[in-house]
């Protein structure tokens, strides 16, 4: 009587331990195109510009890494940096710091996105300050994972106020995994 029940015991922790080895083993639900939740995202993108006659050069580049709560709210970290060469003038940089919160739209190729953005300013000739505003874009996916994306933010310094910010315009790639 003893082994028989020492028996059903072990079936029955050995029946609920394979049901949930098979429910974590099952694919969860994904999009078509996009991230879902827990998914992390890497965007990188460049800039420059020249004068007619190349004695004056500016480029830069943005980085950032995020992390998906839900499959529309992207926390992120950004790095930007740009850098001018003037000549018979003062070689320049500045950079920027942010941590961003976007709410993505949709789960199609297209997915348009609006956020906020906190963090600081930086550089020479420019006062380390802190900088918050907002942001939107357009994310393209090419497939399920890559993208390509267009944004715009406006971030005025706290110092300088509402009226006197700046824009920021990007174009660059981005992978979700």
Do not use: C
């Not at 890497?42 to 480029?59: E, H």
């Amino acid at each position: 009587m003893v082994k028989l029940w020492k028996l059903a015991l072990v079936g029955a922790v050995a029946s609920a331990a394979s049901g949930q080895a098979l429910a974590q083993s099952a694919p969860r639900h994904s999009p078509e195109y996009g991230p879902m939740a827990g998914d992390s995202e890497f965007f990188i993108a460049g800039s420059g510009g020249s004068s007619k006659n190349f004695d004056n050069n500016t480029f830069g580049g943005t980085a950032s890494y995020g992390q998906y709560f839900t499959d529309n709210v992207l926390l992120s970290a950004r790095q930007s940096l740009g850098f001018g060469f003037v000549d018979n003038g003062t070689d320049t940089w500045n950079g920027s710091s942010v941590v961003g919160v976007d709410y993505v739209f949709g789960s199609g190729r297209f997915r348009p996105f609006v956020g906020v953005f906190v963090g600081a300013v930086y550089g020479k000739n420019v006062d380390f300050d802190g900088v918050a505003g907002a942001e939107g874009g357009l994310k393209y996916y090419a497939n399920k994972t890559t993208f390509v994306q267009l944004a715009a933010s406006y971030g005025p310094t706290f110092t300088d106020g509402f009226s006197d910010g700046n824009f920021q315009y990007t174009l660059g790639m981005g992978l979700n995994f």
